[in-house]
Protein backbone atom coordinates (compact mmCIF):
# COMPACT_ATOMS: atom_id res chain seq x y z
CA UNK A 1 0.00 0.00 0.00
CA UNK A 2 1.52 3.16 -1.24
CA UNK A 3 1.92 5.75 2.02
CA UNK A 4 0.93 9.30 0.97
CA UNK A 5 3.62 12.05 1.56
CA UNK A 6 3.69 13.68 4.58
CA UNK A 7 3.42 17.24 5.58
CA UNK A 8 7.22 17.21 6.57
CA UNK A 9 8.25 15.94 3.06
CA UNK A 10 6.59 18.81 1.60
CA UNK A 11 8.00 21.63 3.85
CA UNK A 12 11.16 20.55 2.68
CA UNK A 13 10.87 19.28 -0.76
CA UNK A 14 11.79 22.67 -2.47
CA UNK A 15 13.72 22.09 -6.01
CA UNK A 16 12.34 18.50 -6.14
CA UNK A 17 11.54 16.73 -8.94
CA UNK A 18 8.28 14.75 -8.81
CA UNK A 19 8.22 10.92 -9.19
CA UNK A 20 4.94 8.62 -9.39
CA UNK A 21 2.50 11.12 -10.02
CA UNK A 22 3.86 14.01 -8.11
CA UNK A 23 4.93 12.70 -4.84
CA UNK A 24 8.08 13.68 -3.32
CA UNK A 25 10.27 9.92 -2.34
CA UNK A 26 13.52 11.64 -2.29
CA UNK A 27 14.63 13.73 0.54
CA UNK A 28 18.40 15.37 0.63
CA UNK A 29 20.00 16.61 3.31
CA UNK A 30 19.86 20.34 1.81
CA UNK A 31 16.43 20.43 1.93
CA UNK A 32 16.10 18.65 5.25
CA UNK A 33 18.43 21.39 6.58
CA UNK A 34 16.78 24.46 4.87
CA UNK A 35 13.31 22.99 6.63
CA UNK A 36 14.46 22.95 10.09
CA UNK A 37 16.88 26.01 9.11
CA UNK A 38 13.38 27.67 8.71
CA UNK A 39 11.75 26.79 11.87
CA UNK A 40 14.67 27.38 14.07
CA UNK A 41 15.00 31.06 12.25
CA UNK A 42 11.37 31.65 12.96
CA UNK A 43 11.74 30.41 16.48
CA UNK A 44 13.84 33.20 17.05
CA UNK A 45 11.92 36.03 15.98
CA UNK A 46 9.19 34.99 17.89
CA UNK A 47 11.22 34.83 21.01
CA UNK A 48 12.56 38.14 19.91
CA UNK A 49 8.97 39.68 18.84
CA UNK A 50 7.56 38.02 22.26
CA UNK A 51 10.50 39.62 24.08
CA UNK A 52 10.32 43.21 22.89
CA UNK A 53 6.47 43.01 23.69
CA UNK A 54 7.03 42.12 27.24
CA UNK A 55 9.63 44.91 27.75
CA UNK A 56 7.59 47.43 26.72
CA UNK A 57 5.84 47.05 29.68
CA UNK A 58 8.20 48.21 31.45
CA UNK A 59 7.95 52.16 32.45
CA UNK A 60 11.36 53.07 30.73
CA UNK A 61 10.20 52.15 27.77
CA UNK A 62 9.86 54.66 24.71
CA UNK A 63 8.12 54.07 21.50
CA UNK A 64 10.37 53.72 18.01
CA UNK A 65 7.28 54.87 15.99
CA UNK A 66 3.94 57.37 16.41
CA UNK A 67 5.12 60.25 18.22
CA UNK A 68 7.37 63.24 16.47
CA UNK A 69 10.88 63.05 17.04
CA UNK A 70 10.50 59.27 17.72
CA UNK A 71 13.40 57.31 16.05
CA UNK A 72 11.06 55.88 13.29
CA UNK A 73 8.65 58.87 12.96
CA UNK A 74 9.44 58.75 9.30
CA UNK A 75 9.91 55.31 7.68
CA UNK A 76 10.71 56.45 4.10
CA UNK A 77 14.02 54.51 4.11
CA UNK A 78 12.37 51.17 5.05
CA UNK A 79 9.95 51.29 2.96
CA UNK A 80 12.72 51.49 0.10
CA UNK A 81 14.66 48.65 1.71
CA UNK A 82 11.53 46.79 2.06
CA UNK A 83 11.08 47.09 -2.26
CA UNK A 84 14.50 45.87 -2.38
CA UNK A 85 14.64 43.26 -0.70
CA UNK A 86 10.96 42.30 -2.25
CA UNK A 87 12.49 43.06 -6.11
CA UNK A 88 15.57 40.63 -4.72
CA UNK A 89 13.33 37.83 -3.91
CA UNK A 90 11.28 38.07 -7.10
CA UNK A 91 14.34 37.97 -9.05
CA UNK A 92 15.19 34.76 -7.58
CA UNK A 93 11.89 33.08 -8.37
CA UNK A 94 12.71 34.57 -11.79
CA UNK A 95 15.83 32.65 -11.74
CA UNK A 96 13.87 29.48 -10.47
CA UNK A 97 11.71 29.32 -13.16
CA UNK A 98 14.30 30.00 -15.94
CA UNK A 99 16.32 27.16 -14.17
CA UNK A 100 13.13 24.72 -14.64
CA UNK A 101 13.40 25.37 -18.45
CA UNK A 102 16.99 25.38 -19.06
CA UNK A 103 17.70 28.97 -19.52
CA UNK A 104 21.01 29.35 -18.31
CA UNK A 105 21.57 33.26 -19.56
CA UNK A 106 18.05 33.90 -17.44
CA UNK A 107 19.25 32.04 -14.41
CA UNK A 108 22.77 33.94 -14.37
CA UNK A 109 20.55 37.39 -14.62
CA UNK A 110 18.16 36.77 -12.56
CA UNK A 111 21.07 35.18 -9.84
CA UNK A 112 23.25 38.34 -10.39
CA UNK A 113 20.20 41.25 -9.42
CA UNK A 114 18.85 39.33 -7.08
CA UNK A 115 22.34 39.45 -5.23
CA UNK A 116 22.73 43.03 -5.71
CA UNK A 117 19.29 43.86 -5.16
CA UNK A 118 19.87 42.09 -1.82
CA UNK A 119 23.19 43.87 -1.01
CA UNK A 120 21.77 47.08 -1.45
CA UNK A 121 18.78 46.45 1.21
CA UNK A 122 22.12 45.51 3.44
CA UNK A 123 23.43 48.96 2.47
CA UNK A 124 20.08 50.98 3.69
CA UNK A 125 19.99 48.99 6.08
CA UNK A 126 22.98 50.11 7.63
CA UNK A 127 22.21 53.55 6.78
CA UNK A 128 18.99 53.60 8.41
CA UNK A 129 21.54 52.45 11.53
CA UNK A 130 23.71 55.53 10.55
CA UNK A 131 20.73 57.98 10.76
CA UNK A 132 19.78 56.41 13.68
CA UNK A 133 22.94 57.07 15.43
CA UNK A 134 23.68 60.72 14.05
CA UNK A 135 20.09 61.64 15.73
CA UNK A 136 21.10 60.45 18.92
CA UNK A 137 18.56 57.02 19.41
CA UNK A 138 21.56 54.76 20.01
CA UNK A 139 21.08 51.46 21.61
CA UNK A 140 21.59 52.45 25.05
CA UNK A 141 19.35 55.52 25.23
CA UNK A 142 16.09 53.52 24.86
CA UNK A 143 15.50 49.88 25.46
CA UNK A 144 13.37 49.90 22.31
CA UNK A 145 16.30 51.20 20.32
CA UNK A 146 18.52 48.42 21.53
CA UNK A 147 15.83 46.23 20.18
CA UNK A 148 15.76 47.71 16.71
CA UNK A 149 19.38 47.29 16.34
CA UNK A 150 19.50 43.89 17.55
CA UNK A 151 16.10 42.09 14.87
CA UNK A 152 17.85 44.55 11.89
CA UNK A 153 21.21 43.54 13.02
CA UNK A 154 20.02 39.57 13.04
CA UNK A 155 18.03 39.66 9.96
CA UNK A 156 20.56 41.36 7.97
CA UNK A 157 22.58 38.39 9.24
CA UNK A 158 20.94 35.90 8.24
CA UNK A 159 20.42 37.69 4.82
CA UNK A 160 24.56 38.10 4.45
CA UNK A 161 24.48 33.70 4.86
CA UNK A 162 22.07 34.17 2.30
CA UNK A 163 24.16 35.86 0.24
CA UNK A 164 27.42 33.46 0.26
CA UNK A 165 24.91 30.32 -0.13
CA UNK A 166 23.93 32.07 -3.16
CA UNK A 167 27.47 32.71 -4.22
CA UNK A 168 27.79 29.01 -4.51
CA UNK A 169 25.00 28.84 -7.05
CA UNK A 170 26.72 31.25 -9.00
CA UNK A 171 30.30 29.23 -8.67
CA UNK A 172 27.80 26.05 -9.32
CA UNK A 173 26.35 27.80 -12.89
CA UNK A 174 29.85 29.31 -13.92
CA UNK A 175 31.72 25.38 -13.38
CA UNK A 176 28.71 22.97 -13.75
CA UNK A 177 25.50 24.51 -15.26
CA UNK A 178 21.92 24.36 -14.77
CA UNK A 179 21.40 21.16 -13.98
CA UNK A 180 23.98 21.30 -11.26
CA UNK A 181 22.52 24.28 -9.48
CA UNK A 182 19.27 23.89 -9.83
CA UNK A 183 18.05 22.25 -6.39
CA UNK A 184 20.71 24.63 -4.62
CA UNK A 185 18.52 27.86 -6.52
CA UNK A 186 15.11 26.39 -5.37
CA UNK A 187 16.57 26.27 -1.82
CA UNK A 188 17.97 29.68 -1.90
CA UNK A 189 14.91 31.58 -3.37
CA UNK A 190 12.93 29.90 -0.70
CA UNK A 191 14.96 31.05 1.38
CA UNK A 192 15.16 34.47 0.09
CA UNK A 193 11.03 34.75 0.37
CA UNK A 194 11.08 33.18 3.66
CA UNK A 195 13.28 36.69 4.89
CA UNK A 196 10.83 38.55 3.16
CA UNK A 197 7.80 37.56 4.82
CA UNK A 198 10.09 37.54 7.90
CA UNK A 199 11.28 41.23 7.32
CA UNK A 200 7.82 42.43 6.57
CA UNK A 201 6.65 40.87 10.44
CA UNK A 202 9.80 42.98 12.17
CA UNK A 203 9.33 46.11 10.44
CA UNK A 204 4.96 45.80 11.41
CA UNK A 205 6.08 44.99 14.83
CA UNK A 206 9.18 47.87 15.21
CA UNK A 207 7.44 50.65 13.23
CA UNK A 208 3.76 50.04 14.57
CA UNK A 209 2.81 52.92 16.88
CA UNK A 210 1.88 52.31 20.26
CA UNK A 211 -1.74 52.18 20.28
CA UNK A 212 -1.46 49.35 17.54
CA UNK A 213 0.87 47.01 19.44
CA UNK A 214 -0.53 48.04 22.91
CA UNK A 215 -3.40 45.85 20.83
CA UNK A 216 -1.67 42.80 19.68
CA UNK A 217 0.09 42.67 23.20
CA UNK A 218 -3.74 42.13 24.62
CA UNK A 219 -4.01 39.84 22.02
CA UNK A 220 -1.40 37.60 22.81
CA UNK A 221 -1.94 38.25 26.59
CA UNK A 222 1.19 40.84 27.92
CA UNK A 223 -1.54 43.11 28.74
Known amino acids: MKTPPSVGAGLVGYGGEPSHGGALTHRSPAKV???????????????????????????DWQWLAGFAGAPLASTGQLWFNTALLAASSAALQWARMAARREQAPAVRHGVVIGA?????????????????????????????????????????????????ALSVVALLLKRGGVARARTRLALCSVYWHFLFVLWLAMFALLASPRDALEGFAAICGFR
Open 33 to 59: FIGLLLVVISMLFLLFSLAYLERSRVG
Open 116 to 164: ALAVGFLAGQINVWQDLVARGHLAAANPANGFFYLITGAHGAHLLGGLI
